[in-house]
């Protein structure tokens, strides 16, 4: 094995090794079932119902243009306007209480807040039981449920208010709506903007992160970079090529680092702040 080829196969692996406990971009629920159905057994608090327009919710993050879980691609929605749709509902609940959503929101069981496949993140939208004729507004804040034939997860105390807990399940109708005008008119709020890159290795030695780096760079792979994460422990460096413009690029990208050994690279994204109109 020649020293070039050495290094490749020493890199590839510790790649392998550390890509695959890096946590996702966006917390990924695998479980698109309700995790009980027996709702006696969680001693949840009073529901307040949400009034009928909630004021309009911050722009916030997980909106990249596309994504994937699980090899399926899903392509974001620009705007939730003119939104509607029938289908199936499910709930989550206990499990993933307290955690991050795809927003970047602690996940709350108890408040009115659902999970959906392409809606922009956040975005409101009124769920109405199709079985019962009850109707809440709820604020669309994670992603999910990635399960065949359910068009949106809802947090518990969504689903305690349109009655599907014992059920698991309810037929619904899924609206978009317009937000109120809260305690009164504000001035716009831009979201960041969301840059797209490819991941192809995460290391806890910086030094390992800089030789992947390199060998990228020396096979003719541009635009690569090391972003330091100390928001895990232990903490990570992170080998992106980025930006890219699209899913062409990520496809026509992903075939070339392919073609150098470096398998399952990831989508991410990265938030900038845009600069105000003058």
Avoid at 27 to 51: D, F, H, L, M, Y
Avoid at 226 to 240: E, K, M, Q, T
Wanted: glycine share 10%.
């Amino acid at each position: 094995m020649n020293t070039v080829a050495g290094a490749w196969a020493g890199l590839l692996a510790a790649t392998v090794l550390l890509v695959g406990c890096t946590p996702a971009q966006w917390p990924i629920r695998e479980e698109g079932t309700p995790v009980s159905r027996k709702p006696a057994q969680v001693r949840a608090p009073k529901v307040n119902k949400a009034p009928a327009v909630p004021a309009a919710p911050t722009p916030g993050a997980g909106n990249p243009p596309f994504y994937e879980v699980f090899g399926e691609r899903y392509f974001v929605l620009p705007s939730s306007e003119g939104y509607r749709e029938q289908g199936v509902a499910s709930w989550y609940g206990k499990p993933f209480h307290g955690r991050r959503t795809s927003s970047g929101e602690v996940f709350d069981m108890y408040k009115l807040t659902a999970a959906h496949k392409t809606l922009p993140l956040p975005s409101l939208v009124r769920v109405t039981s199709l079985d019962s004729g009850r109707s809440i507004v709820v604020t669309v804040n994670d992603r999910g449920p990635f399960v065949k034939d359910r068009i949106i997860d809802l947090s518990f105390g969504a689903a305690k208010e349109l009655d599907i807990l014992e059920a698991g399940t309810g037929r619904v109708q899924v609206e978009a709506v317009a937000s109120g005008s809260g305690n009164g008119p504000a001035g716009p709020t831009l979201a960041p903007i969301q840059l797209l890159f490819m991941q192809v290795g995460a290391f806890s030695d910086e030094g390992n992160a800089a030789r992947l780096k390199a060998q990228l760079e020396s096979d003719s792979v541009n635009n690569v970079a090391i972003r330091y994460d100390d928001r895990v422990s232990p903490a990570l460096y992170r080998v992106r090529i980025g930006p890219i413009s699209g899913p062409a690029e990520y496809d026509a990208l992903a075939s070339r680092v392919a073609s150098l050994g470096i398998a399952n690279p990831r989508l991410v994204t990265e938030s900038v702040e845009p600069l105000p109109a003058r």
